[in-house]
């Protein structure tokens, strides 16, 4: 389903938590699904051409005055971050990841009629870690949850202003790769 409006649990719903409870369980259905996915794609079991008409898909709306639900945007992410590294290997595939982060962020910046945005901060700042992530050769970030010192802080500073002064890029976050097949290779077939 595209649109909310095309599941019918959420149509039929006339309850404000049954319509939130149907809401969930199709989110966490779709993002299984975008798991399944990705394993199989990085398993070379689905092809670059399969998965790109996938991720395509998922975009697509009728109308183009319509967004696609919260929840599909969410799940093109997090395929597009768990594939990124190894689907850009393939020529086809980078060709794909281009046309996905071009949709993606045109729609991180539509508005609706109002002039607000259509989508939460929450994701569009998804799809601007997507597109990082993409120029730092699928490195994604991730923050350590421990407390620091004052200290620690001052020397991360120091060391962020040298990386700067030299021309580097500052980062808010230890960088691991994201989208690496099983075995650490990121090559595959077409």
Known sequence: PRTEMEVPEIVAASDPEEVEFYRGVQKKRMKANMKFIGNLFLRQMLTAKTVGNIVLGLLEVEDAEQSPAEHILECTCELLMAI????????????VV?????????????????????????????????????????????????????????????????????????????????????????????
């Open 98 to 190: 281009g046309q996905v982060v071009g949709c993606l962020m045109d729609l991180k910046q539509r508005k609706d009629k109002r002039g607000k945005a259509v989508y939460c901060k929450r994701l569009q700042f998804t799809v601007q870690d997507i597109i990082e992530a993409r120029a730092n050769n699928w490195q994604k970030k991730s923050f350590k949850e421990t407390a620091k010192t004052k200290e620690e802080i001052r020397q991360e500073h120091q060391r962020e202003i040298q990386a700067q002064a030299a021309g580097g890029r500052p980062t808010n976050g230890d960088l691991r790769p994201g989208g690496l097949r099983p075995g650490g290779g990121h090559g595959g077939r077409p």
């Open 84 to 95: 990124g590294l190894a689907i850009e290997a393939i020529p086809a595939g980078k060709q």
